[in-house]
């Protein structure tokens, strides 16, 4: 089984965003870069398909040249070998572009299966792998929280808001999953060691065709502002001297719901 | 006026709320019309009418019952080029995602994602959506027609508008059912009884705080007295004391019920997203200094496991049970 896995560099979710005025953009100077916490899941799923299944695993990703720290994570994670593709006609990329990238990369070679997260940590649009899927003509199976894939078919169970729907595709195809899938793995010592010899191939806009069709030259959105929201105001807070209880049923006759 | 489409994602031919939220937001940006497709799609056209869709394009295909995204795309694009809507909106829902973004790949059209509000500007159009959990909003101007919008949840109050009902299109389309797709076998329902937290006038949360996935247990029998649904915190949900379905937040539902109540729910802003478009907040944490009494109307610093049982006494005994 042939899988390639998309990863995405983001500012570490946990600590606090911030946005440049001026450029209208997330400010990464000063920020630690971390492998998007949800794509580690990607990762982990590919490693168990091919485990069980045999053949490799591919670490994808497109950014700029720091990126390859999140490729490198991947690879210490077990992947075989990475692809980057980087290029300063791509900074700012929307999730069209983002795609074409992908779509690009995958067209030149024969995966059995995609695999991202559902959606970046930072971004939370969730369009890019659906996007992918579209562009190759093959099926998605999206919102995995389980995935297996045996021969010539893969089966999903796609989280709804009501449960869950067991959802089957023929391969080759995309997959989206959840932080619920499973827990990634803890890059060993030897594993860390191992992909600083892993290759990682670089690639450019110009080796993929792409020139004028994704990045700068085909961006289909310009942020225009960005402003706080009106913030809700704190009410009263008191201390449970044991008359907590009350106080709420109090609140909730007040606010004619008992 | 320009045409605003949505698509009017249904459940067994009923609308998801989302889709008379967006309705109602979409009349007043244009002419709105709806497109709902699947087996049973006709039921939701007097709904989608009252809601302000004008005219309704409907395809009941069979495909459209296991396979959702690619037949959906393909009736999309087609109605798409030959009548040019400026606008098309889709319910931030997984399959909306889908959707959507297959759209935008097949058209090239851009897509937001996320938003919360949109206007017309410039004869384009001006989309809002919140960054870090709501504190900050970005406007974002599509570029290209349609502009695609995927709407959260709740953004809009759902309201019906007097007037007639929908002009109703038949769209046939041949969907080519021999290309790879993705087809759902079964479908498994997790749903806790009780009224749906989307739809709920009170919720009851439950956070971290809990201690233990049993502890649940005295938010149930607190929900039951208060005809309440129950949600919960990622925390919670990542440490598989309750399914995803529970979930509330960035990576959840958004909800806006007339009360939520917050139990051992510290208030990270992810969570906060997800539910301070509530009427009332009540919560409830040992610490003080915990960020959900930043936004509740009422805070009780105390000990959910000692103030949970004593309030459902307490309303017991006002209802004189
Ligand atoms: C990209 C991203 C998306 C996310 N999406 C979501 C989301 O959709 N929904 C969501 O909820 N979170 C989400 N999170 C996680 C979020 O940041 C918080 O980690 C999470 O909400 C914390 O859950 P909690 O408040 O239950 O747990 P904790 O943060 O552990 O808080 C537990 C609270 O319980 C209190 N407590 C403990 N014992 C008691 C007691 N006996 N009585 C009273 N109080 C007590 C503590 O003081 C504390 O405040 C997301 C995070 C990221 C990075
Ligand atoms: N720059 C990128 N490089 C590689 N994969 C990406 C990139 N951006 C997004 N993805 C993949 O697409 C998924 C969804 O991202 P998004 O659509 O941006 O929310 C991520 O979890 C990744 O698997």
Redesign the pocket.
């Known amino acids: 089984m042939n899988v390639l896995v998309c990863v995405k560099q983001i500012p570490d979710?946990?600590a606090p965003g911030k946005i440049d005025p001026q450029s209208k953009r997330l400010v990464r100077e000063g920020v630690d870069l971390v492998l998007d916490?949800?794509d580690e899941h990607a990762v982990e799923a590919g490693l168990q398909i091919v485990e069980q299944a045999g053949g490799e695993v591919t670490v994808l990703s497109m950014g700029p040249p720091k990126a390859l720290d999140a490729i490198r994570k991947a690879l210490s994670m077990g992947g075989a070998r990475g692809i980057h593709v980087q290029d300063p006609g791509l900074e700012n990329s929307d999730a069209l572009s983002t795609a074409r990238v992908i779509g690009a990369v995958a067209a030149g070679a024969s995966y059995d299966l995609i695999i991202c997260g559902t959606e970046s940590?930072d971004g939370?649009t969730g369009a890019v792998p659906a996007m992918v899927a579209e562009l190759l003509g093959l099926p998605l199976l999206s919102f995995a929280r389980k995935l297996t894939a045996e021969g010539k078919t893969a089966q999903i169970h796609r989280q709804t808001d009501e449960g869950y729907d067991i959802v089957e595709a023929p391969l080759p195809a995309v997959v989206t999953v959840t932080g619920g899938i499973n827990e990634a793995r803890y890059p060993s010592l030897r594993g860390i060691m191992q992909s600083k010899n892993k290759e990682v191939k670089a690639l450019s806009l110009k080796d993929l065709g792409l020139e004028g069709k994704a990045g700068k030259g085909a961006l289909t959105q310009e942020v225009l502002t960005i402003a706080p929201a009106e913030a809700r105001k704190a009410g009263e807070v008191v201390e449970d001297k044991g008359d907590g209880a009350r106080r709420i049923a109090d609140f909730l006759a007040g606010a004619k719901v008992i | 006026m320009a045409a605003a489409w949505v698509f009017a994602e249904t459940v067994d031919g009923t609308p998801r709320p989302v889709v008379l939220e967006m309705l109602t937001r979409a009349r007043g940006l244009g002419q709105a019309e709806a497109v709902a497709l699947g087996p049973g799609a006709s039921k939701a056209v007097e709904s989608l009418g009252r809601h302000g869709a004008e005219r309704v394009y409907l395809n009941e295909d069979d495909a459209f019952r296991d396979v959702l995204a690619q037949p959906a795309v393909d009736v999309l694009s087609g109605l798409i080029e030959k009548h040019q809507p400026s606008l098309v909106l889709f319910g931030m829902t997984n399959d909306g995602r889908d959707v959507a973004s297959r759209l935008s790949a097949r058209l090239g059209a851009p897509l937001i994602a996320n938003a919360t509000d949109l206007a017309q500007k410039d004869g384009g159009w001006a989309v809002v959506t919140p960054v870090f959990g709501g504190t900050m909003l970005v406007t974002t101007v599509p570029k290209g027609q349609p502009a695609l919008v995927l709407v959260r949840p709740k953004a809009f109050a759902a309201e019906a508008k007097g007037g007639g009902a929908a002009q109703v299109e038949q769209v046939s389309v041949t969907i080519d059912t021999n290309r790879p797709m993705a087809r759902v076998l079964k479908r498994e329902r997790e749903q806790a009884s009780g009224p749906r937290l989307e739809e709920a006038t009170i919720i009851v949360s439950?956070?971290?705080?809990?201690?233990a996935p049993e502890n649940f247990k005295i938010l149930d029998e607190l929900a039951a007295e208060l005809g309440a649904a129950v949600g919960?915190?990622?925390?919670?949900?990542d440490a598989g004391w309750k399914p995803y379905s529970f979930?509330?937040?960035?990576?959840?539902k958004t909800v806006k019920p007339a009360v939520y109540l917050a139990?051992?729910?510290?208030?990270?802003?992810?969570?906060t997203?997800?539910m301070k478009g509530a009427k009332t907040i009540i919560a409830?944490?040992?610490?003080p200094e915990?960020p959900?009494f930043k936004i509740a109307d009422l805070g009780v610093v105390?000990?959910?496991?000692k103030i949970v049982p004593m309030l459902t006494q307490e309303i017991r005994s006002r209802k004189g049970k």
């Open positions: 979710p946990n916490p949800g940590t939370s | 439950g956070g971290r705080g809990l201690g919960a915190s990622r925390a919670v949900v979930q509330i937040g960035q990576t959840g139990f051992g729910i510290s208030g990270a802003m992810q969570h997203v997800g409830v944490n040992k610490d915990a959900i105390g000990d959910v496991h």
